[in-house]
């Protein structure tokens, strides 16, 4: 699923923007399901990846992380249906 919401975040993604030597950038992901330290999230352009929450550790279905080198640093919102 495309989900261009996420774009008011920032338009990173997470197999293009997620290089150490790229500079500073988070990804803007939607949370899918919470296992443990771990979350399932989608970028912008549907692409899935874990993460871990241990920075976020209220995450839960629905939330919008920021996400830099696989980890989400920040809870930024609740994607809206």
Do not use: K, N, W
């Not at 899918?32 to 979350?39: K, Q």
């Not at 874990?50 to 279905?61: H, K």
């Amino acid at each position: 699923m495309v989900r261009p919401e996420l774009a008011r975040y920032g338009l990173g993604t997470l197999d293009l923007d997620g290089c150490v030597t790229c500079g500073d950038i988070a990804v803007p992901v939607v949370v899918l399901e919470v296992a443990g330290s771990e979350a399932l999230c989608e970028d912008r352009l549907g692409q899935r990846a874990r993460v871990a929450v241990d920075f976020t550790p209220e995450a839960a279905p629905g939330d919008v992380l920021l996400v830099h080198l696989g980890v989400a640093i920040a809870r930024v919102g609740r994607e809206t249906p």
